[in-house]
């Protein structure tokens, strides 16, 4: 179990910064945490703050140095790569207005100095949103990334002590190009996760890219991995963060609905735990930061810090612990009972994800479990009519069939035939709200006819498993594109189960 504890005034000394997002806040060893740039109404920042760790103390170094064009460090930017070697925080790229940069750059943390570096070898494009991630104490390397006209699948590996650049050359199959991801250094291999791609889709898949140990003597190549368990969903603008035995990811933003697209933010915890090979969602208690997306979320000890971060109208400076339950933070919380989110509940915010996350079927298991009388509500069942009282189902089963051929029960029949054999493509927008009733229809007769069933085809090790994943779902503008093929799926098992009982 972890709690959420804002941080309060007592846990540090100094200025903290100011708020912003598309910023980078990187681990100088066990010592100091490094936040640089980013960006607060249309502003770009340059600005260094620094916490101390040891002494739990923010502060402003005053830093030296010097840059091609006579400035001490790099320009005001956002949405930059920025990694920690050693002592050295290695900045790359970024955008600064409308502007993509491709300046490189190098601030050594113990004397505060700024050194602008001019290197070598296959140089890598301007770009903002890359990914980048440290190899060992002396190599970089970046994916990805968006130029202003494409988006990027490049990968690019730095060696910091000769600085020269090296294009990976990589066979097989590789992953879409993309932006807003997150590039993490595993061991041996570099972690991928979502981001949004070439045409402006957001994805959810992970890729693990092999070869860049030059001792093992491997070919680079790209792997999709299929991760089993509570995978998130697809994101770009998230952070995922290294914690031992599992990688956290928090927050970032999607895209909602179908007929109309819209921005969701989140605030959920999904852990990619490394010894069970399985996604998890984290269990925390009380009520989480506000979802946002271009933040920071660094480790310290046992301890993770959240700071700052854009909500699509907000940008924030908050500062927020995520601690495991014997942490003597924790206990700011745990003096009066707070509200639980389980680890098979997603912490988004949004009124989308909370309609879809009603967990009312996982209750009814919970009661059941536990000796409680269970009785299905006849809520849900009364705003549903009868496929013979639909009339938007009767007309389209009629156009299907054609007037007066058969009975209204016989051309309802028709047209769930239909759908059955359907693929995804072939259906028509004004098919979607008919199909969605129907299909909100079996899963309300499934309930009452045979609770038992209904309860036995669900996971007895996750009890908020969204087995129907649509019933929640108030109208069809809710549906996003690649919901309905799963929409269909689930449709044609609720008319085989219906025709088996």
């Known amino acids: 179990m972890h709690y ?20 980078t806040a990187v681990n100088i060893g066990k010592s100091k945490l490094v936040v640089f740039g980013g960006l607060i109404d249309k ?26 064009d ?23 790229g970024g955008r600064s207005g409308s502007r993509r940069l491709g300046d490189f750059w190098v601030l050594d943390t113990d004397i505060w100095q700024w050194s602008e570096l001019t290197s070598f070898g296959d140089l890598p494009s301007a770009r903002d949103f ?14 990805g990334g968006w130029d202003g006209k494409k988006w990027l699948s490049d990968v690019y590996i730095l060696d910091t002590m000769t600085l020269e650049w090296r294009e990976l050359s990589v066979l097989g199959t590789l992953p879409p190009p993309r932006c807003g991801h997150t590039a ?19 994805m959810a898949d992970l890729w693990a890219l092999k070869g860049l140990i030059e001792e093992e003597n491997e070919s680079p190549g790209w792997t999709q991995l299929k991760i089993p368990g509570q995978a998130p969903t ?24 179908w007929l109309s697209r819209y921005d969701v933010y989140y605030n959920d915890c999904v852990v990619l735990d490394r010894v069970s090979v399985q996604w998890k969602r984290l269990a925390t208690t009380n009520e989480p930061p506000v979802a ?51 680890e098979n509940q997603d912490a988004s915010v949004t009124s989308m994800e909370k309609e879809r996350q009603m967990q009312e079927d996982a209750m009814s298991e919970l009661q059941k479990r536990i000796g409680v009388s269970v009785s299905i509500s006849n809520s849900d069942a009364k705003k549903i009519v009868d496929e013979l009282e639909d009339t938007e189902l009767l007309e389209l089963a009629s156009k299907f069939i054609g007037e007066g051929a058969l009975s209204n029960k016989e051309a309802v029949q028709a047209l769930r035939d239909h759908w059955s054999k359907s693929s995804p493509k072939s259906i028509q927008l004004k098919e979607l709200s008919p199909l969605l009733r129907d299909y909100k229809r079996g899963v309300t007769r499934i309930k009452e006819e045979n609770l038992g069933a209904f309860l036995q085809s669900m996971n007895p090790g996750s009890l908020g498993k969204e087995t129907y994943r649509f019933y929640h779902i108030r109208n069809v503008s809710q549906l996003r594109m690649d919901d309905i093929p799963h929409l269909l799926a689930e449709y044609r098992q609720l008319l085989l189960d219906l025709g088996a009982s």
């Open 184 to 202: 993490t250094m595993v061991e041996k291999r570099l972690l991928v996760y979502g981001g949004r791609g070439g045409g402006g889709p957001i």
């Open 234 to 257: 697809a994101r770009c603008g998230h952070t995922v963060t290294s914690g031992g035995l599992y990688l956290l990811l928090f927050g970032g933003h999607g895209t909602g609905g």
């Open 4 to 23: 959420w504890v804002r941080a309060s005034s007592s846990d540090f000394a100094g200025t903290i910064p100011q708020p912003r997002s598309g910023h």
């Open 70 to 92: 006579g400035q001490v460090g790099p320009s005001p930017r956002a949405f930059h790569v920025a990694v920690a070697i050693d002592c050295h925080m290695f900045i790359f």
């Open 130 to 143: 890359a990914a980048a991630s440290a190899i060992g104490n002396s190599k970089i390397v970046m994916f």
């Open 292 to 342: 946002r997306a271009y933040h920071s979320m660094t480790s310290i000890g046992s301890r993770y810090l959240l700071f700052g971060g854009f909500d699509g109208k907000s940008t924030y400076g908050d500062l927020w612990w995520l601690v495991p339950e014997d942490d003597p933070i924790a206990k700011r919380v745990t003096a009066s009972p707070p509200k639980t989110i389980h």
């Open 43 to 68: 502003k770009f920042l340059s600005d260094i703050t620094v916490y101390d760790i040891e002494n739990k103390l923010w502060f402003q170094p005053e830093c030296t140095g010097s840059g091609s």
